[in-house]
């Protein structure tokens, strides 16, 4: 079945970069057929979508992270990754990948991964 | 961005009875859908309700979804034990970026 693990550390510095992996497994990414998104929840906002990937690299973000956010794939891996700067402790949060289906446009999340707490704190 | 707000924030119900939650858009966008999610504790969320009103696989039929314009309904109709958790709507089709609602909660009287 259909499997997204996340891997990536849990405590970062504050000014440096957050980084996520996101290995899809059970479907490939380059097969087009999906998005693949990134979305965190922090106790303050609740869920907020940071950013959508499709297989080419074409890659949508919010645009209140879209300065310091960059989402990457890298489909010989069948992994995509989040890459978040200049982070502060506002950016403490877990952080989840998920599937996201193409109908509308950029729809909804029908898969998630496990969800990584990442603390943002010297 | 459609901000949406979710009500009640909380809603306190016995096993067995109907839950009602609301979500509202902001904005009225043609071609706006709604999903739903269910999140338990240290959880990811899931998937229950996509295009408004059509539930995800597997998922039971006393979960539904309606709506439209700016007004959304998520209804479960007799509460299990499992289904006492955090709900969240997230809006699709119209300008990104795509949005969540806050949450509503729903815990056993």
């Known amino acids: 079945q259909v499997q997204l693990q996340q891997s990536g550390p849990g405590l970062v510095k504050p000014s440096e970069t957050l980084s996520l992996t996101c290995t899809v497994s059970?479907?490939?990414?380059?097969?087009?057929?999906?998005?693949w998104g990134w979305i965190r929840q922090s106790p303050g906002k609740g869920l907020e979508w940071i950013g959508t990937i499709y297989y080419n690299g074409n890659s949508y973000y919010h645009p209140s992270l879209k300065s310091r956010v960059t989402i990457s794939v890298d489909t010989s891996k069948n992994v995509f990754s989040l890459n978040l700067r200049s982070v502060t402790a506002s950016d403490t949060a877990v952080y989840y990948c998920a599937r996201q289906w193409i109908q509308i446009g950029l729809d909804y999340f029908d898969l998630w991964g496990q969800g990584s707490l990442v603390t943002v704190s010297s | 961005e459609i901000v949406l707000t979710q009500s009640p924030g909380t809603l306190s119900l016995s096993p067995g009875e109907r839950a009602t939650l609301s979500c509202r858009a902001s904005q009225t966008v043609s071609d706006i859908y709604l999903a739903w999610y269910q999140q338990k504790p240290g959880q990811a969320p899931r998937l229950l309700i996509h295009g408004t009103s059509s539930r995800a696989t597997g998922i039971p039929d006393r979960f539904s979804g309606s709506g439209s314009g700016t007004e959304f309904t998520l209804t479960i109709s007799g509460l299990e034990p499992g289904d006492f958790a955090l709900y969240y709507c997230q809006q699709y089709g119209g300008p990104l970026p795509v949005t969540f609602g806050q949450g509503t909660r729903v815990e056993i009287k």
């Open positions: 059970g479907v490939s990414i380059g097969s087009g057929t999906f998005y």
